[in-house]
């Protein structure tokens, strides 16, 4: 292979004799958004051009936040006319802050052998725990030579980069069984999603409960009623700049309770409600003519994506109305077939949200730590999909039997 050539923003690898070269683009904006959306598909907007570029704007990744840009495309056709055929997004970090696959242990014990941990490079969406797309092909592209690309170069411009790792998180299961292929071995977690089987109404979402589950669930939707508590969706085309204001300062509160500092600001919120406002919901709780609480969710073709929230006054059951009621009547009402809510949570498991399994991969550097990350990561297995096969004893429905082969393949 030829040495590598360095540009301002770009680093070239002619990786195959024929055709395909893999760049690092150190900004979104170093591809046109046209050909990196006509890749990434409408499906699933945290990777469409315009959320990264939201999240770049308002200079939520930048390498003083830890998520320096460094996403990989590989393109085919001769140097200086090849056109985009694959595309990933990738950081380089120097934490791991915002990521929701914990390795705090593996860098604490890189620390406690006197070796350095950070800088890694890590596939995922900041701060956002959806899974989802993480490599994106174009159709009639070998998928395995893409694979095998990723696996085989990536690791390499770790090397020169002095990163200790290359972490692809929450991708779709099939991405994850790819990888794992080539080597970069596998990691499994547990989330809470809502599907929707077709449901008329969220009353007909509630005759699959258990007569007492049932009746628990109406009393907390009274409770806010009775509060007299209001809610309005709102679509992000109609969003106004003194809502996002507004929630801001909810969401903002959620992290200043708990001593921290937010991850996003308030430019990227109203930056991504300008670039894609089609993707996003909006639904605020009001209380004698005053907004008290709002989370924010994004809308893809067949999915709820729900991500912030935050409140500046206390209701009881004001949480899981906002953020999980409210998002089930709108899956209802449009049609949509899952709600993806976000990460952790066990109490979503009463409220009707099914545990399934999570996915991620992992590249490590250094062998020592490679074999025993990879024993790790055989017994963690093992407790989750008994964690998994537990959790369903918790749902709240008649009969989970059924429920629990189709997830768990049983």
């Known amino acids: 292979m030829s040495t590598i050539r360095a540009s301002k923003a770009t680093f070239w690898y002619p990786v195959s004799e024929a055709t395909y070269h893999l760049r690092f683009l150190t900004s ?8 990196w959306d006509a890749l990434a598909g409408r499906n699933y907007p945290f990777m469409q051009h315009g959320f990264f570029l939201a999240l770049e704007k308002s200079n939520c990744t930048k390498a003083i936040t830890g998520w320096q840009p460094y996403h990989a495309v590989i393109e085919k056709g001769p140097e200086g006319s090849s056109k985009p055929v694959a595309i990933m997004p990738l950081f380089l970090k120097d934490n791991s802050r915002g990521e929701y696959v914990f390795d705090w242990s593996w860098a604490d014990a890189y620390h406690r052998h006197g070796m350095e941990y950070y800088p890694k490079l890590v596939t995922a969406v ?3 725990p959806c899974p989802g797309p993480r490599v994106c092909i174009a159709t009639g592209q070998d998928a395995d030579e893409i694979y095998r690309i990723l696996s085989v170069y990536i690791p390499q411009q770790a090397k020169k980069l002095n990163a200790s790792s290359w972490h692809v998180l929450f991708p779709e299961r099939h991405e994850c069984e790819a990888f794992n292929t080539l080597g970069i071995q596998d990691r499994i977690g547990c989330q809470y999603q809502w599907f929707n089987n077709e449901y008329q109404t969220f009353d007909c979402f509630l005759e699959r ?26 679509p992000g085309h109609e969003i106004t700049n003194e809502q996002w204001k507004q929630f801001y300062i909810f969401y903002q509160n959620t992290y200043l309770v708990r001593g921290r ?5 308030e430019e990227f919120f109203i930056s991504a409600g300008d670039i894609m406002p089609d993707s996003l919901l909006l639904v605020l709780a009001k209380k004698d003519d005053s907004y008290i609480a709002g989370a924010l969710s994004f809308v893809g073709e067949d999915t709820l994506f729900g991500r912030y929230w935050g409140c500046t006054e206390e209701y ?3 949480h899981f109305e906002t953020c999980y009621y409210q998002g089930i009547d709108y899956c209802i009402e449009k049609g949509l077939k899952r ?4 990460a952790q949570g066990e109490h979503k498991i009463q409220r009707g949200f099914e545990p399934v399994l999570t996915w991620s991969n992992h590249w490590i550097g250094n ?5 025993a990350i990879s024993r790790f990561l055989a017994d963690e297995e093992k407790y989750i999909r008994r964690y998994q096969k537990e959790a369903f004893n918790y749902l709240p429905f008649k009969n989970t039997n059924e429920e629990e082969k189709k997830l768990t393949g049983d």
């Not at 709600?339 to 976000?342: Q, Y």
């Not at 062998?367 to 074999?371: A, C, E, K, L, R």
């Open 28 to 35: 979104i904006t170093e591809i046109d958004a046209e050909a």
């Open 126 to 128: 900041p701060f956002t």
């Open 209 to 234: 409960f258990a007569s007492r589950k049932r009746k628990n669930i109406r009393k907390e939707r009274q409770k806010i009623l009775d509060a007299g508590i209001k809610f309005e969706k709102i």
């Open 261 to 265: 500092s937010p991850y996003l600001t």
């Open 316 to 318: 009881q059951f004001l």
């Open 339 to 342: 709600f993806d809510s976000g």
């Open 367 to 371: 062998s020592d730590f490679d074999h």
